[in-house]
């Protein structure tokens, strides 16, 4: 019964010493375990925090909040990560500058007091009122690259160099607007743009930053000159829509007066042509009728020299000289009647039935064409 009793006591009383032990063994546990974890981000105490991005995750975005300065728990073995350095001061002055890797440091004495990130960062130039030259009021946002150079000078050259750089940007950004009208600051971004990054690298070189670039993200002018921008845009829009009518009825005429001219020249061209060819056409016809007519008359003459020829032969032989009177007299007897049927004339002839005096005439006729030369 005893030993039962005390069993039961002892499983009783147990969890009550495990929860008693829990404290003290946690820290051990922790001690031993330290230098297996990673650093530490939480902030020293009266450290300044300076929020770059303020992203919501729900919606996709980065919701981390850089703070400066950034420090590390001292655990002997530390591990720094790639792309950050880190500040180590010993008794409260600068020890060492630690590369990415492992290192040793002495609890108590060492202290990481800066972790910097010396990757590419951009940091919001939230919207800043300004004055332009022709004393437009606009605001102007916009974001600034940097990164860290000078681990050493980040951490000393300013108590914030994040919020010192972002002031300088603004201030810097506000001074470029002032010598600038609000027509250059809108088509001139790069110059402004120039302006801003070169005067923040100056002041950011103590800071151990180098400005990798500026950029303007939104210029928004005042309510008033925005809606006279909007009206002026209106008006520009309906003058370039006017101006591209009247060009396009000026190049709609001209071309049709360009084609009425060309389909005109093509006529007259061809009228032209027409007439070249009609009257080469005429020339032909007429040479060619020339020269029928020609060879009509050669052919004609030789006919009649042949029929000359003939009549001549015939008459040297025997019985000759009648024939030919008997031939004249029947063409003269058929000249007489066609020269009365085509005219009014009348010839009268003394004795026509009188056959013997035709042919006396056609004697005469013919002894008279044998005394003309050949």
């Known amino acids: 019964m005893s030993r039962t009793a005390g069993s039961r006591a002892a499983q009783l009383l147990a969890p009550r010493a495990a929860l008693s032990l829990a404290p003290r063994a946690l820290p051990l546990a922790a001690s031993r375990l330290s230098p297996l974890l990673p650093p530490s981000s939480s902030p020293s105490p009266g450290s300044r925090a300076y929020t770059l991005d303020s992203f919501d995750g729900a919606s996709g975005r980065n919701a981390t909040s850089y703070r400066w ?30 590369e990415s890797g492992w290192f040793l440091a002495i609890p108590l004495v060492d202290q990481i ?8 960062r951009a940091l919001d130039v939230e919207p800043q009122s300004a004055i332009t030259r022709d004393n437009v009021r606009v605001d102007v946002s916009g974001v600034v690259y940097i990164t860290f150079v000078d681990p050493v000078k980040a951490c000393y050259g300013a108590f914030n160099p994040l919020y010192a750089v972002v002031q300088h940007a603004q201030s810097a950004m506000r001074s470029a607007i002032g010598e600038m ?7 001139n971004r790069n110059r402004l743009n120039d302006t801003v990054m070169g ?23 005042d309510r008033h000159i925005a809606d006279a921008m909007d009206k002026q845009a209106a008006a520009e829009r309906n003058r370039r829509e006017k101006v591209l009518e009247a060009e396009g009825e000026k190049t709609k005429a001209t071309l049709e007066s360009e084609g009425v001219k060309i389909r005109l020249q093509n006529e007259s061209e061809g009228k032209l042509i027409q007439i070249r060819n009609e009257a080469e056409a005429e020339l032909v016809k007429l040479v060619k009728e020339a020269e029928g007519q020609s060879q009509a008359t050669v052919l004609k003459a030789e006919a009649q020299a042949e029929a000359i020829r003939l009549v001549a032969a015939q008459l040297q032989s025997s019985g000759g000289d009648t024939a030919a009177k008997y031939a ?29 005096a035709l042919l006396a005439k056609a004697g005469l006729a013919l002894e008279t064409g044998k005394g003309v030369p050949a």
């Open 328 to 356: 004249l007299a029947v063409s003269y007897s058929e000249m007489m009647g066609e020269g009365m049927k085509g005219s009014n004339t009348m010839f009268f002839e003394k004795d026509p039935a009188n056959v013997n």
């Open 199 to 221: 005067a923040v690298q100056e002041a950011a070189t103590a800071w151990g930053m180098e400005i990798k670039r500026y950029e303007i993200t939104e210029v928004r002018p």
């Open 69 to 98: 300065p950034l420090s590390r728990s001292n655990f002997v073995l530390n591990i720094v990560p790639q792309g950050e350095k880190q500040i180590v001061e010993r008794l409260g002055k600068l020890h060492s500058v630690q």
């Open 113 to 120: 007091s800066y972790a910097i990130d010396m990757r590419e």
């Open 181 to 187: 009208e609000l027509d250059d600051i809108f088509h």
